[in-house]
């Protein structure tokens, strides 16, 4: 309705709006139906609702004097603004009613005369129209039956006398509406501790505190992305281990490590050292080799660990990668650091934290395995259903299918739009 009234006069002042029943006849009947129900009079669906409240208010509690006083307030103050827009914008007598810059057509006038109707309706019929919803809603809520009716009339008791209480106060506002205006105007130092301003206070705050923190987070830097899913990875699982999770038994798992084999610790001395090299580097085509010693060890102990297809993998990758940096190498920039050295140690200290704490994960899994049923299915059905004997390789080509190809899909786009990039750089007449 208020945007009907601004659409046909062009303002939503009410100082200038006023005869307006005579040009917007439908959109008025509207009003002052919206109005009578907002006020709380019978037979409206809002008459319902504030007694609905006042009783809800004057149950025993705490709070409840306070709770009344704010309802009771309110109820008052809606009682105003309903006379003030459904009465005096277009039933109250003017010397010249508010001119219209567009008319009031039915397009604009029949959705709130058809809610408006709809609260007279409610109203009327409660026990038939708005029971049934607000018992499936309540029930949707709380999970059990519920038993309530919704009446119009209660009969003469408290609540009766306290509504009429609050129209009868509330058109007294309305009639000294002015005058209380013009009092409080001379409080407008205290407005600036109330919530209109309170909340642009804080919309600032709010602005500012993310401007920062987005400069923060989101500053351009793949390092920093990566690290703070690390942390925030690291923090969620040291908090649902410390909380409640499993407690690691030391002993078994330092009885274990001297257990290790030969070949595990040339391995190891082989990786430590290089990520230590790595670390300190300045030439790429050095990193790249260092990177490989990584690479393929780390190959050599998925073989030497019982995964010959995720060894044959990191093979292909690795060797891969040292091909394709090595042909491009004369292309790259010029190597440098672009952050400081104790940046790097910075993110040393998460990778160390990072791998221990998945270190500690394994062990605890590793302690106490998972009985699942599933895992026992797939032990026994891969080769009777999959023909494989290789469990790994029937989940994911057999039991997984629609996963793996939704994989292969993704990687199928990402190479057309690399090749559709390459075919129009090329089309324009760069260099591939």
């Known amino acids: 309705m208020a945007g009907n009234v601004d659409h046909a006069t062009g303002t939503r002042d009410l100082t200038q709006l ?3 029943s005579g040009s917007m006849r439908f959109t008025a009947i509207a ?13 409206f669906f809002g008459f ?3 007694e609905l409240v006042y009783e809800a208010t004057l149950e025993e509690s705490p709070f409840r004097w306070m709770l009344f006083a704010v309802s009771f307030f309110s109820g008052m103050v809606f009682v105003a603004v309903a006379i003030a827009i459904g009465y005096g914008v277009f039933w109250r007598r003017a010397v010249e009613a508010t001119p219209l810059q567009h008319p009031d057509k039915a397009m604009l006038y029949l959705p709130p005369v058809i809610l408006a109707s709809t609260g007279l309706v409610f109203g009327l019929l409660p026990g038939f129209f708005v029971t049934p919803l607000l018992r499936r809603a309540a029930e949707a809520m709380l999970g059990v039956e519920q038993v309530f009716e919704l009446a119009l009339w209660h009969g003469f008791n408290l609540v009766l006398g306290l509504s009429l209480l609050t129209v009868a106060l509330g058109y007294v506002v309305y009639r000294f509406s002015n005058r209380l205006l013009s009092y409080a105007n ?4 205290i407005y600036r501790l109330g919530p209109a301003n309170l909340y642009q206070l804080s919309l600032k705050g709010f602005l500012a505190g993310a401007t920062k923190i987005t400069a923060a987070i989101q500053n351009g830097y793949l390092r920093s992305y990566i690290a703070a899913i690390i942390t925030a990875h690291i923090a969620l699982i040291v908090l649902s281990l410390w909380k409640d999770g499993p407690r690691l038994e030391l002993t078994n798992r330092l009885q274990e ?9 040339v391995l190891l ?8 090299f790595l670390f300190k580097s300045r030439s790429r085509l050095t990193s790249i080799a260092v990177m490989g010693i990584i690479g393929y060890s780390m190959a050599l102990f998925y073989i030497l660990f019982g995964a010959p ?3 044959a993998t990191q093979l292909l990758i ?3 990668t040292v091909v394709i940096f090595v042909l491009i190498l004369h292309k790259l920039p010029a190597f440098r650091y672009l952050s400081h050295a104790s940046e790097r140690y910075k993110y040393v200290l998460l990778s160390l934290a990072f791998g221990a704490m998945m270190t500690y994960v394994i062990l605890i899994v590793k302690q106490y395995p998972l009985d699942s049923q599933l895992k026992a299915y797939y032990g026994e059905n891969s080769y009777l259903l999959g023909q494989g004997r290789n469990i790994v390789n029937v989940i994911l080509v057999d039991f997984r299918a629609l996963d793996t190809l939704g994989e292969i899909v993704v990687l199928a786009v990402a190479a057309i739009g690399i090749l559709a990039m390459l075919k129009l750089r090329m089309q324009k007449g760069d260099k591939p």
Do not use: C, H, W
Request: proline content about 4%; hydrophobic content about 55%.
């Open 31 to 43: 009003a002052l139906l919206a109005g009578m129900s907002m006020a709380g009079l019978l037979p």
């Open 18 to 20: 006023t005869g307006l």
């Open 186 to 189: 001379r409080f407008n130092g």
């Open 257 to 265: 490590l001297s257990q290790l084999r030969m070949y595990e610790v």
């Open 318 to 320: 690795e060797t891969l």
């Open 48 to 50: 319902i609702g504030k």
């Open 309 to 311: 297809d995720v060894a």
């Open 269 to 276: 001395l082989m990786i430590v050292p290089a990520l230590i």
